[in-house]
């Protein structure tokens, strides 16, 4: 498991849940993809899973569940804010924010060119501590860049959770950095759950546990 350790309430059955309710949505979809590393290394071996948390804001009783789970790891946290990465977990944000009492900001893809022309969204102060919070971890990519943009305005973010680790590296990318990366699932915990459920056969996870180099 690359993301931290963490004390919460989660148990192996919210997890299990969790994955029963994003395979029936068709949040985690098999077969071959395309994702954000092809932006980089476009020939690189396609991926035989897809995440697509996108799909959430369809299914309000996912939806709910999973902020209430990214709550339940947040509750041993010390921050003063929340902030999604635009635009994929921004309804799950938005309910934890309901749910939590939570103020939430954004950082902006980039900034408008009119108006305040903002790079933040929402209301905070300079010194405030922050959790960042996304779907899922791969690289890391995204998550430096919406940390560079909380940093510059004079945010404090440590800590970062992700619904998902994919266990490809990110998680590990951010502790060098010295941040604390949590998850409330790895993509290992999913698979086994499938396979478990005959959800996927053997020869599919073996197939995905390959690609993601877990075994």
């Known amino acids: 498991m690359e993301t931290s350790d963490l004390p919460t309430t989660i148990t192996s059955q919210d997890r299990a849940r969790l994955a029963d309710m994003l395979f029936e949505i068709g949040a985690v979809k098999f077969g071959a993809f395309r994702i954000k590393l092809h932006e980089t290394q476009p020939d690189a071996p396609l991926s035989p899973i897809y995440l697509n948390f996108r799909l959430l804001r369809s299914y309000p009783e996912v939806l709910g569940f999973t902020a209430e789970l990214l709550l339940k790891l947040a509750a041993p946290l010390k921050f003063d804010v929340l902030a999604d990465i635009p635009t994929g977990v921004t309804p799950i944000v938005s309910v934890m924010t309901y749910l939590g009492k939570y103020p939430m900001i954004s950082p902006r893809q980039s900034a ?6 903002v790079a ?16 899922v971890i791969s690289a890391g990519d995204s998550k ?4 560079e943009k909380l940093q ?3 945010l ?3 800590d970062l959770l992700v619904v998902v680790d994919r266990q490809q590296g990110g998680a590990a990318g951010l502790r060098e ?11 290992g915990q999913l698979l086994d759950r499938y396979r478990e459920t005959g ?8 197939n995905v546990v390959a690609y993601l180099g877990l075994k």
């Open 152 to 154: 510059k305005a004079g």
């Open 177 to 187: 950095k010295g941040f604390r990366p949590y998850s409330v699932a790895t993509i």
């Open 156 to 158: 404090v973010v440590k």
């Open 144 to 147: 430096f860049e919406a940390i």
């Open 199 to 206: 959800a996927i056969d053997e020869d599919r996870y073996q």
């Open 112 to 117: 408008k060119a009119y108006g305040l022309g």
């Open 120 to 135: 933040i969204d929402g209301e905070y102060k300079e010194g405030q501590r922050v959790l960042l919070v996304d779907d």
